[in-house]
């Protein structure tokens, strides 16, 4: 079965660039829809973007500005940039395939990003 | 954006309860919408889709349904490990968004 797992520093400075990757374990990532979703106490769930293979990306509005999502499909890997990043950038972040219509399933299991100087 | 409304936001209850929660959206979303559990420290799970289908191992006790603008969830028999934090999401628009979530507790 497909399993996720995300990776990347647990503390970034603000104004700095926040980077993870999410490695699949037990499938291809050809040919699915890959995403990312993070986790506030305060603001819940929130997603961020999913991309299709080599093909078009979608972004949540509010962070389209300052988010980058790309595969790798020679390394399984999909990686997330988030630019200039603020406090309230401090989250859980998730790794998840999309399936059709938009849900999503299976999740990383999240790592914990947080924004401090 | 679509905002997503639960409700209520904590359930107290206890093991064979006959467990409900709602999810309202601010406009129609049609049947695009899925439910998942959350165990703290863990990954929320997708337990429905499509407002009422059960995706594929997950307990028929489960349960949901609603179109538009109205959504329930039920757990028709409350286990142990059903204590938990339930989210709605919709996928009919973008971008997608999550309701805050029901906590359903002992």
């Known amino acids: 079965q497909v399993q996720l797992q995300e990776s990347g520093p647990g503390l970034v400075k603000p104004s700095e660039t926040l980077s993870l990757t999410c490695t699949v374990s037990?499938?291809?990532?050809?040919?699915?829809?890959w995403g990312w979703i993070r986790q506030t106490p305060g603001k819940g769930l929130q997603w961020i973007a999913y991309?299709?293979?080599?093909?078009?990306?979608n972004y949540n509005p509010s962070l389209k500005s300052r988010v980058s999502i790309s595969l790798d499909t020679s390394k399984n890997q999909l990686s997330l940039k988030l630019f200039s990043v603020t406090a309230a950038d401090t989250a859980v972040y998730y790794c998840?395939?999309?399936?059709?219509?938009?849900?999503?399933?299976?999740w990383g299991q999240g790592t914990l990003v947080t924004v401090s100087s | 954006d679509i905002q997503m409304t639960q409700s209520p936001s904590f359930v107290s209850a206890s093991v064979g309860d006959r467990v409900t929660i709602t999810c309202r959206a601010s406009?129609?979303?049609?049947?695009?919408l899925a439910w998942y559990q959350q165990k703290p420290g863990k990954a929320p799970k997708l337990l429905i889709y499509s407002a009422s289908s059960l995706q594929s191992g997950v307990p028929s006790r489960f349960s949901g349904s609603g179109s538009g603008t109205d959504f329930t969830f039920t757990i028709s028999s409350l286990q142990p490990e059903d204590f938990a934090t339930y989210y709605c999401q919709q996928a009919n628009n973008f971008p997608l968004t999550f309701g805050g979530g029901t906590k359903v507790e002992i």
């Open positions: 998840a395939r999309r399936l059709t219509n938009a849900w999503f399933d299976p």
């Open positions: 406009q129609g979303v049609g049947t695009y």
């Open positions: 991309i299709f293979d080599s093909g078009p990306i």
């Open positions: 037990g499938g291809s990532i050809s040919n699915y829809h």
